[in-house]
Nanobody, 120 residues
């Protein structure tokens, strides 16, 4: 599975962005699809994931502002982000896993990342 994230950009605090992750290969066979992010000088951290049943899980600090959704007919997973904060600035990565876990080590396919910059 090859993944490609898009939709990043620059936005002012309080604004919204929607990221998309397109996949080639048998994306629909991958049970868990997720998003991670990495800010400069920080570890890559979990953002959200969605299972084949549509079950979702979010990093507690992001719950309520971020929404993950999948469209298996289009091999897409999206991350809708609203009420963005300066601290949301990071490179956002989509990833795929066969395990329901928010641990980065369980995600074995990664996209190249898309930059999100939030200014005050």
């Amino acid at each position: 599975v090859q993944l490609q994230a898009s939709g990043g950009g620059s936005v002012q605090a309080g604004g919204s962005l929607t990221l998309s992750c397109a996949a080639s290969g048998r994306f629909s066979d991958i049970s868990v699809k997720g998003w991670f992010r990495q800010a400069p000088g920080k570890e890559r951290e979990f953002v959200a994931m969605i299972g084949v049943s549509g079950a979702t899980y979010y990093a507690p600090s992001l719950r309520g502002r971020f929404t993950i959704a999948r469209d298996d007919s289009k091999n897409l997973v999206r991350l809708q982000m609203k009420s963005l904060k300066v601290e949301d600035t990071a490179v956002y990565y989509c990833a795929a896993s066969r395990v329901w876990s928010d641990s980065r080590e369980n995600f074995d396919s990664w996209g190249q990342g898309t930059q999100v910059t939030v200014s005050s």
